[in-house]
């Protein structure tokens, strides 16, 4: 399995970014795909995930309204589309896939994990 996660980059604050992931390897509509980060010092958080038919969607509160999880299945891609960035939106930004459902996705119940992709935000 692979995931490729790309999109990253500088912005200023206020800005947008859209994150992409690309996955192969596995039946993709069969897996729940999600989206962590890391920023420097401080432990993995979840952001979003989204079930393979992409009608179940669940975010980290502090992300609601600012960030939207989408996919399609088709291209094996998941995408994040981040707006109003804040400098402490700054981190790594991890893709990951799990094959069931969670109540509380946490990094260790991910089966598996994309490379991430680093989201600068200016202030």
């Known amino acids: 399995v692979q995931l490729q996660a790309s999109g990253g980059g500088l912005v200023q604050a206020g800005g947008s970014l859209r994150l992409s992931c690309a996955a192969s390897?596995?039946?993709?509509?069969?897996?729940?795909m999600g989206w962590f980060r890391q920023a420097p010092g401080k432990e993995r958080e979840f952001v979003a995930v989204?079930?393979?038919?992409?009608?179940?969607?669940y975010y980290a509160d502090s992300m609601k309204g600012r960030f939207t999880i989408s996919r399609v299945n088709a291209k094996n891609t998941v995408y994040l589309q981040m707006n109003s960035l804040q400098p402490e939106d700054t981190a790594v930004y991890y893709c990951?896939?799990?094959?069931?459902?969670?109540?509380?996705?946490?990094?260790?119940?991910?089966?598996?994990w994309g490379k991430g992709t680093q989201v600068t935000v200016s202030s």
């Open positions: 990951a896939a799990q094959r069931s459902y969670s109540r509380n996705w946490s990094p260790t119940g991910m089966d598996y």
């Open positions: 390897g596995l039946i993709f509509s069969s897996y729940y």
């Open positions: 989204i079930s393979g038919s992409g009608v179940g969607i």
